[in-house]
């Protein structure tokens, strides 16, 4: 199994609006499988980030299916943001 790192790291918000950065194929793999929900991003980046870390597809590939993944779920860290309030409020009621 690979664990190839990432040319540039992705950023997410988790908890109650705190950045996490994801370095690797592995951290990803870790993050979008302990994410609740089903959704089909979700089980794209799974399915991307398994196919990287056995040297299928290259890390950046999945690096991008990742990116959609926290985009589609508001939860990508881009320069200048801040965390979104469904984000705070999820975080508050889970």
């Known amino acids: 199994m690979l664990s190839q790192p990432f040319e540039k790291p992705v950023r ?7 950045p996490r950065q ?13 994410w609740c ?3 089909p991003e979700q089980k794209a ?10 040297g299928d597809i290259d890390a950046e590939t999945a690096r991008g299916i990742l990116v959609q993944f926290a985009r589609k779920k508001d939860i990508l ?6 965390p979104p309030v469904e984000t705070i409020e999820n975080a508050l009621h889970a």
């Open 22 to 34: 994801l370095n690797s194929v592995a951290d990803a793999y870790q993050f979008v499988t302990d």
């Open 37 to 39: 929900g089903n959704s």
């Open 12 to 18: 997410v918000w988790v908890g109650l609006g705190f």
């Open 45 to 54: 980046a799974i399915r991307a980030c398994k196919a990287a870390l056995v």
């Open 77 to 82: 860290v881009e320069d200048g943001t801040t």
